[in-house]
């Protein structure tokens, strides 16, 4: 789910991966 812009919350069972903005904002 997209909680901000260019951050990317995944989870997966009790995995959370946070990935930041690739682009910079």
């Known amino acids: 789910e997209a909680y901000a812009e260019g ?3 995944l989870k997966e069972g009790d995995v959370v991966a ?3 903005p690739v ?3």
């Open 7 to 9: 951050t990317l919350v």
């Open 18 to 20: 946070i990935i930041p």
């Open 23 to 25: 682009s910079g904002g």
